[in-house]
C-alpha cells in the first residue's frame, strides 16, 4: 500500500489561541490512513494520548472526567497501561489495533518516565503481544462518515490489504504488492514471494483462520518403467523423474479432495543420495518441481523445505514429499 | 361491513387496538415506510400525578418531557449545560466555546453563518425526528447530499488533480457496462445469464453505461450528455457542442476514486436529505419552547440513588454553587454512560457494568468561513460534498444562501473514528484549522486566499459527552439488558438504539423507553 504521506506537520509556531489554555507541542505525526507510524513514545503520546489526558497528564474534568497520567501511582508498572491501551476502559476505546507491540513498548516507557512519573521501564514486546487478545473482531464504523471509511476498507480488504481502520502500520504496507502478484487459489490466502528474487518458492504465506487446511501424507514415486528389474534404479528413476511421478501422484490426491496443486501452501522435500553420490541431486529435483509450481497455468508457489535423509522405506526411492494444501 | 372504506377500516383499527395497531396495519397495506416510529407516541392512562425526573436536555431527554409532561406527569429535567439540545448543537457568530484543556474559540462567523458540530443532515427515512420537526414547527430546507459537480479526490490518483465526480462516475459507469456487455455478447456468460435474458441484459447496459450500437463507450455527443461537454450546447453562433475526452479505463479503476461514488446511496443518505434552516439546534430550540419551563441548566449530576420509595438524584449548580438534591418516582436518565459512569449510582449490576464499559467514538469537525463563495462563483459547487482520502475526509459545501455575496461556511474537515480522529483531538483548535486548510487547498487552491475564520470541534474534548456517540462491545449480548428499566430508572439516547449517533436514535430511544415506563406505572 503506498500511502499518501502528508508532510509531517510542523505547526508548533501556532498558538493556542486561549491564554490558560494548555499549550501544544509540535505535531510529529504524520496523517496516514492505516494508524499511527511514530515509534517515539512521547511523539505518540502527544499525538494520541494527549487529546485526552492532556499534554501535561493532568486529565480533565468536565460533565465526567479524564484521569490524570501524571505522578499515577498505576503506572509503576507497565502492565497495566499496556492493558487499558490494548483493551480500552470505560468510556476510552480499544486502541491495541491502531499501535504495534513495539509502539505500545514505546508509549508504556513514556509514560513510566515522564509526567512526573518515576519508574522503571519494564515492558517487553512479548508482554504486549501477550496482553493482546486472542482475536479481535475489527471495529466497524457505524456511521456516516464511516460509509468513506467502510469502503476503503472494503477496497483495502478487496486486495488483501489490512482494513486502514484496524490495522497496525506495519501489517497494513505487506499485504498489497504482494498479493496482486502472486495471489490465487483460495481467497484470502497472502503469498509473499521472496524479495528480489525469483526463485520459484515463497518466503511466506498466510492463511486466514476460516481456511481448512489439509494435510498429506508423504507420497512417494511411481514405478516409471514395469520392465525394469525389481532392485533396478531404472524402475523408479532419477531424483527428476521421481520427483515428477510423486508430484504427479500428489496432484491426484489433492484433484480427490476437489483441491489442486494451486492451493498447496506448504512442501517438505525428503531427497536421498543417489548411487554413487554423497549429496541429493537438487537441481534434479528442481527439474521436476517447476513443471508443477510457478508454470504459466499453475503460477502459485508454496513455501518449502528440502531435507537430505539417509534412506527411505524403499532403497531405490530418491523422494518422498509431503504437502499441506489449503481449502477455503 | 360492506362499504367500509380502507380510511375507516385503519380509523377502526386505530381506535380498537391503539397506534402501534394502526400502524401495522398501515404497513400490511402498504401505506407506511417500516420505521420504528408509531407515530405520535400514545400514553395513555392517569400517571396521577407521578413525577419523572429527566436526566439530560439533549434529544431523547426533551422528547421525554415533552410527551411525558403531555401525558399528565410531573416533570423535571435536569441538564449540565446552560442551553438544551445536547449534541443537537449549533455555533454561530457571537459564540463561545471552552473545550477540555482549556482552549477557547470565539466565533467570529459573519451573522447568519453556522456550524453544526454535532449533527447536521435528517435523512427523510428518519420518520421520528421528521415528525417532531413538523410538530413543533421547525423549519426545513433541502441539504444537498450529493453534488455530481463536486469533486473526488486522492494523493495518488490523476497526479493529485480533484476529479469532478460526474466525470469519475458516468465513464466508471461506461467503461464496466461496456466489459459486461460485451461478456456476455461473446458468450462468456451463458453459464450465468440465460438466453433469455442476455438480449434485454445488453440493452439495459447500453442504456445504463451510454454505450452504442457496438457496445463500446466511446466520446460522443451521447456519452457528454451524462459525463459533461468539452463545450456545452449554447444559443446563437458557435452554439453547437462539443464532446468531452473520456477518461482512460484503467486509470478510473486505478484511481480508486470509485470508492466515493455510493456514499449517498445508502439508505440514510438517499435523496432528499433535510437540514433545519438556520442550524439543526432550531430543533432544540422547538423543544425548548415547549418544555424550557421544565429545564434547570448547569446542574450536574454526582449521584443517582433509587430504592422502593423513589429516585434521589444529587446535582451540583455549577452556577449559582452548592449541592441539590431532586427527587421523583421515575428517573429517564439519558446521560451518555460515558459520563453515567463516573456519577455514583446504585443501578443493576448487568446495567450498570454496560455503562461502566461502553466506548465513546471520536469525531472532528471543522467549520471554515470564507470571505466569498469561491466554490460556487469559480467551480459552479452550490451545496453538496467533495470527498478525498486526506485526513479531512470531505468538504461539504453550504446547502443554503446560494450566490449571496460575503462570508460563507463550509464543513473543512470531518473525521469519524480511527486514528486521524485520535489526531486531531490531540491538537489545539488553531492546528486543527491549519491542517483542514492545508489539505483543504490540495482541492481549492483559493483556500488562503480567502480564508477568514473557522471552529473546530473535537467531541472526545467536549466536557459534557467526551466523546461522539457510544460504541457497543457487544450490542446482540447486551442491548436488551442497556434499555431495560431497571427498578424505577430507564437509560435512554442514541447509545440505546441501532442508529447510533443520529437523532432519530435518540428519540426512538426515548420513546421506547417512555412508553415502557408509563405502561408500568399505569399496569404496574
Redesign the interface.
Known amino acids: 500500500m503506498?500511502t499518501?504521506l502528508?508532510?509531517a506537520?510542523s505547526?508548533g509556531a501556532?498558538?493556542?489561541?486561549?491564554a490558560?489554555?494548555?499549550?501544544?507541542t509540535p505535531?510529529t505525526?504524520a496523517?496516514?490512513?492505516?494508524?499511527?507510524t511514530s515509534t517515539d513514545g512521547e511523539v505518540l503520546y502527544?499525538?494520541?494520548?494527549?487529546?485526552?489526558h492532556?499534554?501535561d497528564g493532568g486529565g480533565?474534568?468536565?460533565?465526567?472526567?479524564?484521569p490524570a497520567l501524571r505522578e499515577n501511582p498505576n503506572l509503576e508498572f507497565a502492565s497495566y497501561a499496556a492493558y487499558i491501551i490494548i483493551n480500552?476502559q470505560?468510556?476510552?476505546?480499544?486502541?491495541g489495533e491502531?499501535l504495534d507491540d513495539e509502539q505500545i513498548v514505546a508509549l508504556t516507557t513514556f509514560l513510566q518516565t515522564s509526567l512526573g512519573n518515576d519508574y522503571e521501564p519494564d515492558a517487553t514486546v512479548e508482554m504486549i503481544a501477550e496482553t493482546r487478545p486472542l482475536s479481535t473482531e475489527p471495529?466497524l464504523?457505524?456511521?456516516?462518515?464511516?460509509?468513506?471509511?467502510i469502503?476503503?476498507n472494503r477496497?483495502a480488504a478487496a486486495t488483501g490489504e489490512v482494513a486502514?481502520?484496524v490495522a497496525s502500520g506495519a501489517d497494513a504496507e505487506t499485504g498489497a504488492e504482494t498479493d496482486a502478484a502472486a495471489s490465487g487459489g483460495a481467497a484470502g490466502v497472502v503469498r509473499h514471494p521472496i524479495p528480489g528474487s525469483d526463485f520459484p518458492i515463497l518466503q511466506a504465506v498466510e492463511v486466514p483462520a476460516d481456511a481448512t487446511l489439509v494435510y498429506l501424507s508423504g507420497t512417494v514415486p511411481q514405478v516409471i518403467d514395469e520392465t525394469a528389474a525389481e532392485d533396478a534404479q531404472a524402475r523408479f528413476g532419477d531424483t527428476a523423474a521421481q520427483t515428477e511421478s510423486t508430484l504427479a501422484s500428489i496432484e491426484e490426491k489433492l484433484a480427490a479432495l476437489d483441491l489442486t496443486m494451486g492451493d498447496v501452501i506448504k512442501m517438505q522435500a525428503y531427497l536421498v543420495a543417489p548411487d554413487g553420490s554423497d549429496a541429493m541431486d537438487f537441481a534434479g529435483f528442481m527439474e521436476g518441481y517447476v513443471r508443477y509450481f510457478g508454470t504459466e497455468e499453475q503460477p502459485n508457489l508454496p513455501t518449502r523445505s528440502v531435507f537430505a535423509v539417509a534412506g527411505l522405506a524403499n532403497p531405490l526411492w530418491l523422494v518422498e514429499i509431503e504437502v499441506v494444501a489449503v481449502r477455503e | 361491513m360492506a362499504n367500509l372504506t380502507r380510511r375507516s377500516l385503519l380509523s377502526m383499527i386505530g381506535t380498537a387496538a391503539g397506534s402501534t395497531a394502526m400502524y401495522y396495519a398501515m404497513t400490511s397495506m402498504g401505506h407506511a415506510q417500516p420505521s420504528s416510529y408509531a407515530g405520535s407516541v400514545k400514553l395513555d392512562g392517569d400517571p396521577k400525578g407521578a413525577k419523572v425526573l429527566i436526566l439530560g436536555a439533549g434529544l431523547a431527554g426533551l422528547t421525554a418531557a415533552f410527551e411525558m409532561r403531555a401525558a399528565g406527569y410531573e416533570v423535571e429535567v435536569l441538564e449540565y449545560r446552560e442551553r438544551a439540545g445536547g449534541r443537537c448543537w449549533t455555533l454561530r457568530s457571537g459564540d463561545s466555546y471552552t473545550e477540555l484543556g482549556g482552549a477557547e474559540q470565539k466565533v467570529d462567523f459573519a451573522d447568519g453563518n453556522y456550524i453544526n458540530p454535532g449533527p447536521w443532515r435528517l435523512p427523510h427515512d428518519h420518520h421520528a425526528v421528521m415528525d417532531y420537526c413538523r410538530r413543533l414547527k421547525v423549519p426545513l430546507e433541502p441539504f444537498v447530499q450529493t453534488n455530481y459537480n463536486a469533486y473526488v479526490h486522492r494523493a495518488e490518483a490523476y497526479g493529485g488533480k480533484p476529479m469532478r465526480m460526474k466525470e469519475i462516475k458516468t465513464d466508471y459507469r461506461g467503461h464496466v457496462s461496456e466489459l459486461l456487455a460485451k461478456a456476455v455478447d461473446q458468450n462468456k456468460l451463458d453459464d450465468m445469464v440465460s438466453a433469455d435474458d442476455r438480449e434485454l441484459l445488453i440493452e439495459s447496459l447500453r442504456q445504463f453505461g451510454v454505450l452504442n450500437d457496438q457496445n463500446e463507450y466511446t466520446k460522443s455527443l451521447d456519452t457528454s450528455e451524462y459525463r459533461g461537454f468539452a463545450k456545452q450546447p449554447g444559443g446563437g453562433v458557435g452554439a453547437a457542442p462539443i464532446a468531452s475526452d473520456l477518461l482512460n479505463p484503467s486509470e478510473v479503476i486505478q484511481s480508486r476514486l470509485w470508492q466515493y461514488l455510493a456514499t449517498h446511496e445508502t439508505w440514510e443518505h438517499h435523496a432528499p436529505m433535510f437540514q433545519p434552516v438556520g442550524g439543526m439546534d432550531a430543533i432544540a430550540r422547538g423543544f425548548e419552547r415547549e418544555v424550557g419551563d421544565l429545564i434547570t441548566y448547569n446542574a450536574k449530576v454526582v449521584s443517582l440513588q433509587q430504592d422502593d420509595s423513589g429516585v434521589t438524584v444529587t446535582w451540583e449548580d455549577t452556577a449559582g454553587g452548592g449541592t441539590q438534591t431532586s427527587t421523583a418516582d421515575y428517573c429517564v436518565c439519558t446521560i451518555p454512560f460515558s459520563i453515567l459512569g463516573q456519577i455514583d449510582h446504585n443501578l443493576s449490576g448487568g446495567l450498570a457494568t454496560i455503562i461502566g464499559e461502553m466506548p465513546y467514538n471520536g469525531s472532528t469537525k471543522v467549520g471554515l468561513e470564507f470571505k466569498r463563495r469561491f466554490w460556487e462563483q469559480d467551480e459552479d459547487i452550490y451545496g453538496g460534498i467533495s470527498y478525498t482520502d486526506q485526513a479531512i475526509s470531505q468538504i461539504s459545501y453550504p446547502s443554503t444562501g446560494y450566490l449571496s455575496d460575503g462570508p460563507a461556511v463550509l464543513l473543512g474537515a470531518y473525521t469519524w473514528r480511527g486514528p486521524n480522529s485520535f489526531k486531531f483531538n490531540a491538537m489545539q483548535p488553531a492546528e486543527r484549522i491549519e491542517i483542514a486548510l492545508q489539505m483543504g487547498e490540495k482541492i481549492h487552491p483559493q483556500y488562503r486566499e480567502e480564508f477568514k475564520t473557522g471552529v473546530a470541534v473535537s467531541w472526545h474534548k467536549v466536557p459534557w459527552v467526551l466523546g461522539c456517540s457510544g460504541i457497543w462491545n457487544d450490542r446482540e449480548r447486551d442491548y436488551e439488558t442497556a434499555i431495560a428499566i431497571d427498578n424505577r430508572v430507564v437509560c435512554a439516547g442514541e447509545h440505546l438504539s441501532y442508529l447510533p449517533a443520529w437523532q432519530e436514535g435518540a428519540i426512538l430511544s426515548s420513546l421506547d423507553a417512555i412508553s415502557r415506563l408509563h405502561d408500568k406505572v399505569i399496569n404496574g
Open positions: 503506498k499518501a502528508f508532510t506537520l505547526i501556532i498558538i493556542a489561541t486561549a490558560g489554555a494548555q499549550t501544544a505535531v505525526e496523517f496516514t490512513p492505516g494508524a499511527y502527544r499525538t494520541f494520548c494527549a487529546g485526552c492532556m499534554p480533565a474534568i468536565g460533565a465526567g472526567a479524564y480500552g470505560a468510556a476510552m476505546p480499544a486502541l491502531l471495529e464504523a457505524e456511521h456516516e462518515v464511516a460509509d468513506t471509511e469502503n476503503a477496497a486502514a481502520d
